[in-house]
């Protein structure tokens, strides 16, 4: 059986509510080697493409479309947008 790996502790809290600060990525924005996003948010319908660190799930993706107002949640990094705007909260 596999265990589960979240922790709810205050780091956790603090990255769900944006307290490591959120970077503006747009139209041919290339986030630094170093940068780390618990969440990508789409202010406008976004194509980019992505590595996660994540376990499990979507762990890289080119022209990957995120609609207007919705998020993604994950540990991402080289995020590059081809069109649109995302809002990147940084991850601790």
């Known amino acids: 059986m596999k265990k589960n ?3 709810y502790d205050e780091v956790t809290n603090e990255q769900s ?3 490591y600060g959120f970077i503006d990525i747009v139209n041919g924005t290339t986030t630094l ?3 780390r996003f618990a969440v990508l948010q789409a202010e406008a319908d ?3 493409s992505f590595e996660n660190e994540a376990e499990n ?3 890289s993706a080119s022209n990957y479309v995120l609609l207007k107002g919705t998020s993604r949640y994950g540990y991402f990094k080289n995020v590059v947008v081809a069109s649109g705007k995302l809002v990147g909260y940084y991850a601790k």
């Open 5 to 7: 790996k979240i922790k």
């Open 17 to 19: 509510f944006g307290a």
């Open 46 to 48: 976004t194509t980019f």
């Open 57 to 59: 799930g979507t762990l």
């Open 33 to 35: 080697a170093d940068d």
